[in-house]
């Protein structure tokens, strides 16, 4: 089992930045891939960065690519998501995911059934 607590949720102007993080707990860290996801009010959640339980590997939605960045700390056992250039359309509670299967195809990580574990989410609203 793994629990996933997110954190750095917040305001922020159009054009500012915020750091979302991601703390697990519950099995070895770098066993896992590990994905944020984001739901805005009304639309379905869509994928927005995954990182590979090694760090080599990252991927990105082409509507963030260029602006988030996502990384892993394992140290504290965390992934973290730096979001710069932030827009309004940016708003939405963002979820970080988890999962331990292994997956040989980048799309994979772009599925929220991919993922075995979630996160309670985290509020993002970028103000125009």
């Known amino acids: 089992q793994v629990q996933l607590v997110e954190s750095g949720g917040g305001l922020a102007h159009a054009g500012g930045s915020l750091r979302l993080s991601c703390a697990a707990s519950?099995?070895?860290?770098?066993?896992?891939?590990m994905g944020w996801f984001r739901q805005a009010p009304g639309k379905e959640r869509e994928f927005v960065a995954a990182?590979?339980?090694?760090?080599?590997?990252?991927y990105y939605a082409d509507s963030v690519k260029g602006r988030f960045t996502i990384s892993r700390d394992t140290a504290k056992n965390a992934v973290a998501l730096q979001m710069n250039s932030l827009k309004p359309d940016d708003t939405a509670v963002y979820y970080c995911?988890?999962?331990?299967?292994?997956?040989?195809?980048?799309?994979?990580?772009?599925?929220?059934?991919?993922?075995?574990?979630w996160g309670q989410g985290t509020q993002v609203t970028v103000s125009s």
């Open positions: 519950g099995r070895t860290f770098s066993s896992y891939d």
């Open positions: 990182i590979s339980r090694s760090g080599d590997s990252t």
């Open positions: 995911a988890a999962t331990f299967r292994i997956y040989y195809s980048a799309a994979a990580y772009f599925r929220q059934g991919a993922y075995d574990y």
